[in-house]
């Protein structure tokens, strides 16, 4: 479902909303559903987002050409270069997406990705 819905920003970056309802590990399906996005033709970066124990949790990934473990340590996360995650406490799915694309936009003015 979540691959169905994935949203593409900036030519290359793709994001998308995993449900959590009535999962036992919807951060594993987020995971997974990242990890597939990658097969997207010119995907750079895949981000899914799901709500999980009052936080949204974003899964990131990437194949070469984007460190995600950046992106997400500007978030609050951590990673490595290909697989990375954040968690975000206090807002919405749609407020994290926002903020996740303001950060992309700002590193990609800065020349940081």
Do not use: W
Request: charged fraction near 20%; charge should be negative.
């Amino acid at each position: 479902q979540a691959v169905s819905s994935a949203e593409i920003f900036m030519d290359s970056y793709v994001f998308a909303i995993s449900e959590s309802d009535g999962l036992d590990s919807p951060t594993v399906v987020a995971a997974q559903t990242a990890n597939e996005l990658l097969n997207i033709d010119n995907t750079k970066a895949s981000f899914v987002f799901t709500e999980f124990n009052g936080r949204v949790h974003i899964s990131a990934r990437s194949i070469d050409e984007v460190n995600v473990q950046i992106i997400m340590e500007r978030m609050g996360g951590g990673g490595h270069m290909s697989i990375a995650a954040c968690q975000m406490e206090g807002t919405s799915l749609i407020e994290a997406i926002g903020v996740l694309k303001h950060v992309i936009d700002t590193m990609l003015e800065n020349g940081e990705i």
